[in-house]
């Protein structure tokens, strides 16, 4: 453990994203491990790459070619069950999650326990079991996965539509862009009075080098098992 009170890591992230997924799970698994808070952040990875400049990975054809061999690996390496869509450019281009990260976002405002299991079952529909997460039956499926009561998810899917719920995902994604992000997941550590950014679901160790902590790889409990 490090010395000191508990650092605060803050997590941006998109459902939309597979990698923000992997990042997800490793701070959810460092959280008992290394002496942090870790805050999720729902943000929209369409604001930032438009605002950023920046371009989507598959709309750069080695980078997209890059991505189908990268992916399997990564979902091997991290124990996710990371299957990319069968329609990428429909589920992820087309389509979007702008409807999925309100949703989640509103969620974060009334029932904020309901964050991490809900980001976690739309994940695992778009990219586990290649299914939709736009339509509004989704959404509730999802809710429901997670053990988000039906009226309560069906309140908050009301509020999709509202202003504040809107405003605070356009917030939290310039915020996220304030700090320097071109993309998602974006990880800001406070040390010190001082963020830390760091892009991307592969710089732990350096993030753990920070901390003062110890980077035991993508799933900490295996790990400590086998030295048991």
């Known amino acids: 453990m490090a010395g000191g009170g508990r650092k605060l890591v803050e997590l941006f992230y998109d459902v939309v994203s597979p990698y923000s997924w992997l990042g997800f799970e490793v ?3 460092y959280r008992s491990v290394w002496n942090i808070d870790v805050k999720l952040r729902p943000g929209f990875l369409g604001g930032i790459i438009k605002e950023s400049g920046n371009q989507a990975p598959a709309m750069v054809p080695l980078k997209g070619a890059y991505m189908q061999l990268d992916l399997p690996r990564l979902a091997n390496y991290y124990q996710v069950p990371l299957k990319q869509p069968s329609d990428f450019f429909d589920a992820v281009i087309k389509k979007g999650s702008l409807s ?4 989640v976002t509103a969620l974060d405002m009334v029932q904020p326990e309901f964050v991490e299991p809900v980001s976690r079952e739309l994940w695992k529909r778009i ?3 290649d299914e939709d997460i736009t339509q509004t039956e989704s959404l509730l499926s ?3 996965k997670a053990g988000l009561p039906s009226e309560k998810a069906e309140k908050v899917l009301e509020m999709i539509s509202l202003p504040e719920v809107k ?3 356009k917030d939290t994604t310039e915020e996220a862009l304030n700090y320097g992000a071109f993309g998602m997941p974006a990880i800001v550590a406070h040390v010190k009075g001082t963020p830390h950014f760091y892009f991307g679901s592969d710089r732990f160790e350096l993030l753990a080098h920070l901390l003062g902590e110890k980077w035991l790889g993508p ?6 098992k086998s030295h048991m």
């Open 127 to 129: 990219w586990s079991r």
């Open 142 to 144: 999802a809710a429901e």
């Open 100 to 103: 999925a990260m309100r949703f």
């Open 27 to 29: 701070l959810c698994r």
């Open 167 to 169: 405003k605070r995902l």
């Open 219 to 224: 799933v900490p409990s295996a790990k400590t």
